[in-house]
């Protein structure tokens, strides 16, 4: 079982439209924990980045939060442009080391 | 900067054949990643690098994968013979410090398909 689920698996929706994207996570101890975005055919670029402290962190349309006490994450999407459409994947990192332990992702279509 | 660079972007081979993939990190980060990418598995960490030194390679899936980093501007990742069941989406990624609130950055990728 993975340790990073994420939910759903894919999605559509209509132009200016809101989604929320869930990630809920069973690793521990907590560290941190990013959202990627992966537009198709290029690598992941870090959207927000929060700690076991921070319960949300926006970058622009998009406001993650997070739930250290039932280890969940969400990702929302204000206004959703066709530019959002892409792979968003949740990725929870260890306090100690680089490792990365990867969701398996929310594949968005936001259609005009 | 330019950002990583990954090379080849695409490339198909035969079943046996040996693939040579190549990553040239951002200049002045001290860290580098190797990744492969699936539908089934998703992003997978195979080996990381630091100060061109290997540190971690337990996800490395056996002994036909190979990678080094003869200096802090270039990476290989080897795969010899190779197999129909690797072709993936390999990412290198680079950061310049350790830890968990130091961003890596990743490459393009290079897709693989092994007929």
């Known amino acids: 079982k993975n340790q990073v689920e994420q939910s759903p698996q894919s999605l559509i929706i209509l132009e200016g439209k809101n989604c929320t994207l869930q990630c809920n996570y069973t690793v521990s101890p907590f560290s941190n924990l990013r959202w990627y975005k992966q537009d198709t055919g290029r690598g992941p670029v870090s959207l927000t980045i929060m700690t076991f402290s921070e319960n949300t962190k926006s970058n622009g349309r998009y406001t993650a939060t997070l739930d250290a006490d039932t280890k969940q994450s969400s990702l929302h999407i204000t206004a959703s442009q066709l530019s959002d459409s892409a792979s968003y994947i949740c990725?929870?990192?260890?306090?100690?080391?680089?490792?990365?332990?990867f969701g398996g992702g929310t594949r968005v279509l936001v259609k005009p | 900067d330019a950002g990583v660079i990954q090379s080849p972007r695409h490339e198909v081979t035969e079943m046996g054949q040996e693939v040579t993939l190549r990553c040239k990190p951002i200049s002045g980060h001290d860290y580098l990643f190797w990744y492969r990418q699936t539908m089934m598995r998703g992003l997978e960490l195979l080996i990381y690098f630091n100060n061109n030194v290997p540190i971690d390679d337990s996800g490395m899936p056996e002994d036909r994968f190979s990678a080094k980093m003869p200096n802090a501007s270039f990476s290989t990742l080897k795969i010899q013979p190779s197999e129909p069941r690797d072709s993936a989406v390999y990412f290198c990624?680079?950061?310049?410090?350790?830890?968990?609130?130091?961003?890596?950055?990743f490459g393009p990728g290079t897709r693989l398909t092994v007929l």
């Open positions: 990725v929870y990192i260890k306090a100690a080391g680089n490792k990365l332990t």
């Open positions: 990624a680079s950061s310049k410090l350790a830890g968990a609130r130091n961003e890596q950055f």
